[in-house]
């Protein structure tokens, strides 16, 4: 059985249609806080890393006003507050990378 989505895959699980399920470890966990007898097992399925980039021909220039928005961005709080506001629970904001000099 083939599900779309998380949404569809927890409802499953919680109906008793699977006995199993793979998908973000935040919200497997926090359906595992949610539901009796549900388990988040140790280890990795997957690794999801998500990236910004812009191309080289662009210049260092452009790479460090990236680089730099970057940071305001995880320093303003935007992104923890983004992770909150779609109930993203469990995943950590990367901490603070050197800027360019």
């Not at 109906?15 to 966990?29: N, T, W």
């Amino acid at each position: 059985m083939r599900l779309r989505g998380a949404p569809a895959a927890l409802a499953a699980l919680r109906e008793g249609e699977v006995e199993v399920a793979a998908g973000i470890r935040q919200l497997l966990e926090g359906e595992a806080r949610r539901a009796p007898g549900v388990r988040v097992l140790p280890g990795r399925f997957m690794v999801i890393q998500q990236a910004m980039g812009i191309p080289a021909a662009r210049g260092t220039a452009a790479q460090e006003a990236l680089a730099s928005f970057v940071e305001e961005m995880k320093a303003s709080g935007l992104v923890a507050d983004a992770l909150e506001r779609h109930g993203i629970e469990g995943a950590l904001v990367a901490p603070a990378a050197p800027l360019p000099v």
